[in-house]
């Protein structure tokens, strides 16, 4: 898999396409000591350590700066001559689900959608990140790029933002609902997504019922709700990509790892990616949680893919990678049927 500029991969992985064929750079999980770290050291001063240490922690953190502004957007996240272009709608939503929000919402419709037969769907939190043209994802036109050379399905793109409740009274702010939708670990959101805005969208386009066709993908915490749709409703939804997931103690969503252990495997299929300098506060750390989510997944023997980069708390590294990410979960697709 590729991922930009960057270097410095761990891939962890249960797919032949990836294990076998890490991606430049990359390396295995599998540090260990070594007799360096136990060799002597001469005694140093106390202001020596001092200087050391305003030294290491310089020079962590513009390495930290570095491997995160090194990943940037490949070909496939770019317009390309001949390539039929799709078309992306805003729309607004008024949620019972989610009482007293309102959010905007955009779809996308692939150029080869004609009507004739049920599409794919793809869900987005955070959805205007995803959509726009110069952002780190671009996925309107890696899903241009992508169904045109046949590496996934007619697929139709809900880009959705969180849901905020607007001022009660003039010149003040709305408030946001993010966290309570993203990271609270309830079936909510995933009713939110079946009972109002898929048989929204379906007024005006065939949508597949098919879980297999259903992917849900998002960032940070959208990640863990992307997860957290899936694990609540595995009848509807069967693929997942989580960039950089909270499955940390925000909401509780540090049990995933113990639940994926000892509950029955369910039919999802995950794509996990993070960095080395990705958060570490009082939730928890990013990426030691997404490596418990890697280790959890192979323990129980899923279908799963685990990237780990040198990126910060940010979409880049998995913007650089998104358009290999779609490959592998819609792998599948001339399999299935719609």
């Known amino acids: 898999m590729g991922a930009g500029r960057g270097s410095g991969l761990v891939v962890i992985s249960r797919s032949a396409s990836f294990a076998d064929s890490p991606a430049p750079g990359a390396r295995r999980n599998t540090a260990r000591l070594t007799d360096c770290q136990t060799a002597p050291f001469p005694p140093v001063s106390h202001l020596t350590m001092k200087r050391l240490a305003i030294l290491f922690s310089l020079v962590f953190a513009s390495a930290a700066f570095a491997a995160d502004e090194d990943y940037s957007p490949g070909p496939d996240a770019m317009v390309k001559e001949g390539v039929p272009q799709g078309k992306v709608t805003q729309h607004k939503w008024s949620s019972e689900i989610f009482p007293g929000t309102e959010r905007d919402y955009w779809v996308y419709v692939p150029a080869q959608y004609d009507g004739s037969n049920p599409a794919c769907v793809m869900v987005f939190q955070d959805g205007g990140g995803f959509v726009r043209e110069n952002g780190a994802f ?201």
């Open 138 to 338: 671009r996925a309107p036109t890696v899903f241009d790029n992508l169904i045109a050379s046949g590496d996934m399905p007619v697929t139709i793109g809900i880009f959705i933002n969180p849901g905020v409740v607007p001022p009660a009274k003039e010149g003040q702010q709305p408030r946001k609902n993010r966290s309570f939708e993203y990271d609270t670990l309830s079936d909510q959101y995933a009713r939110f997504l079946l009972e109002e805005i898929l048989p929204e969208v379906a007024k005006d386009y065939k949508l597949t019922g098919n879980p297999d066709c259903r992917a849900i993908c998002g960032n940070s915490s959208g990640g863990i709700c992307a997860f957290t749709v899936a694990w609540e409703r595995p009848d509807e939804f069967h693929k997942v990509i989580s960039h950089i997931g909270s499955f940390t103690n925000i909401r509780g969503g540090h049990v995933y790892p113990a639940l994926i252990r000892k509950t029955d495997p369910k039919p999802i299929k995950v794509f996990l990616q993070d960095g080395e300098n990705d958060l570490d506060n009082l939730h928890g750390n990013w990426p030691l949680a997404n490596q418990q989510m890697a280790l959890a997944l192979e323990f129980s023997g899923y279908d799963y893919e685990f990237i780990m980069g040198t990126g910060k708390h940010s979409g880049r590294h998995g913007g650089s990678i998104f358009p290999e990410t779609l490959r592998w979960l819609w792998s599948d697709w001339k399999k299935l049927k719609p």
